[in-house]
């Protein structure tokens, strides 16, 4: 089992930035990649971005040019730094984590962007 917890989230205007984190812990070995998605009132969770074991990144469209992925191998840690947020960036985020198959979840961070 691979548990997340995700960090970061909070209020801010438009144009700010924020970083989330999340770390993982527990059976972390052979994990093949890791990412956020989001999910805002009334909509379906969706792709934000992901990053793989050997450091391949990519993004949805919208926040290309935005948002950046990294990774620290050795806090088993994923940041996703967001500058130049927009309203439409609110949304809860989730982290992500794929192994053998297998999808987790953390718990979620709110992001509200005021405009």
């Known amino acids: 089992q691979v548990q997340l917890v995700e960090s970061g989230g909070g209020l801010v205007q438009a144009g700010g930035s924020l970083r989330l984190s999340c770390a993982a812990s527990g059976s972390t070995f052979g994990i093949n990649a890791m990412g956020w998605y989001r999910q805002a009132p009334g909509k379906q969770r969706q792709y934000v971005a992901s990053?793989?074991?050997?450091?391949?990144?990519n993004y949805v469209d919208s926040v290309k040019g935005r948002f950046t992925i990294a990774k620290h191998n050795a806090n088993n840690t994923v940041y996703l730094q967001m500058n130049s947020l927009k309203p439409e960036d609110t949304a809860v985020y989730y982290c992500?984590?794929?192994?053998?198959?297998?999808?987790?979840w953390g718990q979620g961070t709110q992001v509200t962007v005021s405009s």
């Open positions: 990053i793989s074991s050997s450091g391949s990144t």
């Open positions: 992500n984590a794929y192994k053998r198959g297998s999808a987790y």
